[in-house]
């Protein structure tokens, strides 16, 4: 069995928690990216971490002629696909470079692997796909929908894919539907680093606490939940990045068996199955780091939601995989990294 893997974007934060993991299960990998939201120390670390150099190409998933090289350079099972513009206010403001990069960067990718016969893909989507849910937990049947250009991009790529899955022509498709990614490496080498102030809780947080940023905003406490504030399903990067190589044992079985049915569109889930608030978080985190974490309550920030956490049974049943570490290890890992690296990567 081929066991050689396509890594897009995989020098950012998912994206290099997930080659250690791969890199661990035996997967060889190659990785794709434009350094666009990442650095090449984090290529260094992660080569560092796993004793051994990282096969790495700079370029943009857009560059149809580079990637085309690359897949007649080396014979790969699959592709996992990470590579994507994130930030939800900067959809707004750029709807056109989100969709650019993330649509037609996802189909100038698909047709590379087309014509390369190379149809397993693992695509990271995220729960923003579910919009408002109707319901909690959020199971992979729920209604999609999305008000922002970076959660439309992920639908849209969905829906390419359900449509290529539809063509019957041989493709094994898994978007993987990701909850609230925080944490990092235990050796504290590599997580996540964001270029500016980060939009995101868990590196707020860890920005107030190492003294960079004066103090947390939390937005809203009038929410219908335990306390006022939002609830999430926060996911440790590596319980994640493990999801992703059951993903892709999942597929390495699948074809070894019968080469001529595919799975065609199977989205998963990835996410603990609980919820936590985010005064529960800020808590956590002060007594894990042992910093006093100045926080207001201020206005409910606009597209966000009261609750939202997964339903995790389709990915124990199908992939034997669930997530396994706790808030206190998310909070006291994301610590080390933060306290280790005040500047992120550039702190080397
Ligand atoms: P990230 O920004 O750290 O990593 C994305 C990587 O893709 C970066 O290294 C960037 O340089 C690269 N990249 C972007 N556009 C590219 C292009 N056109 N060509 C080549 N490389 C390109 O983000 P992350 O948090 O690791 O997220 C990985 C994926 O997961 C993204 O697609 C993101 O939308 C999705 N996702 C993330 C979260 C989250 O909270 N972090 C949640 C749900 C889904
Ligand atoms: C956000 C995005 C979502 C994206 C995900 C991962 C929005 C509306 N949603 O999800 O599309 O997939 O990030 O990149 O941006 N919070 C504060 N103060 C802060 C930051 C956040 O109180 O400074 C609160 C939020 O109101 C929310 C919770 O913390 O209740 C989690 O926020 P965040 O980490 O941004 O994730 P999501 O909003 O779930």
């Keep these: 069995m081929k066991n050689k893997i396509l890594v897009t974007g995989g020098a950012g934060y998912i994206g290099s928690h997930t080659c250690i993991a791969l890199h661990e299960a035996g997967y060889d990998i ?41 897949f007649a350079e080396h014979q790969f099972f699959g592709v996992i696909h990470f590579a994507g513009l994130k930030a939800v206010g900067e959809s707004v403001a750029k709807p056109l470079l989100y969709y650019n990069n993330n649509v ?8 590379v692997m087309r014509e390369a016969d190379v149809k397993n893909l693992v695509f990271s989507s995220s729960a923003t796909v579910y919009g ?10 729920s209604k999609r929908s999305c008000t922002n250009p970076y959660g439309q991009s992920k639908l849209m790529v969905e829906h390419i894919l359900e449509d290529l899955a539809a ?33 995101n809780l868990m590196p707020y947080i860890s920005q107030v606490a190492v003294g960079k940023l004066e103090k947390l905003s939390i937005f809203g406490n009038d929410y219908s939940t335990v306390d006022g504030t939002g609830v999430r399903d926060f996911i440790h990067v590596t319980d994640l990045a493990q999801g992703h190589v059951a993903a892709l044992n999942y597929l390495q079985k699948q074809v070894g068996r019968d080469k001529y049915s595919s799975i065609g569109f199977l989205p998963i889930n990835l996410g603990t199955g609980k919820g936590t608030s985010v005064l529960e978080l800020v808590t956590a985190f002060s007594e894990v780091s042992g910093q006093n974490i100045p926080y207001q309550f201020s206005a409910r920030r606009a597209g966000d939601i009261a609750s939202c956490y997964a339903s995790a049974d389709k990915a124990k049943d199908l992939l034997g995989w669930e997530a396994t570490l706790s808030i206190t290890e998310m909070c006291q890992d994301t610590w080390r990294w933060q306290s280790k690296n005040p500047n992120g990567y550039h702190s080397a």
Excluded at 50 to 59: T, Y
Excluded at 135 to 140: D, F, V, Y
Excluded at 177 to 190: C, D, K, L, T
């Design 132 to 141: 408002d849910p109707e319901s909690l937990p959020i199971n992979e049947e």
């Design 167 to 199: 063509t019957d022509d041989g493709w094994n498709l898994i978007p993987l539907r990701y909850f609230n990614p925080v944490g990092a490496h235990p050796s504290g080498q590599i997580g996540e680093d964001p270029n500016d102030i980060p939009n």
């Design 30 to 70: 190659v990785v794709y990216d434009n350094l666009s939201n990442s650095s090449r120390e984090a290529i260094e670390r992660v080569s560092k971490l796993i004793d051994q150099p990282i096969d790495f190409v700079k370029g943009d998933i857009r560059d149809t002629d580079l990637l085309k090289q690359v």
């Design 104 to 111: 037609s960067g996802t189909i100038a990718l698909l047709e």
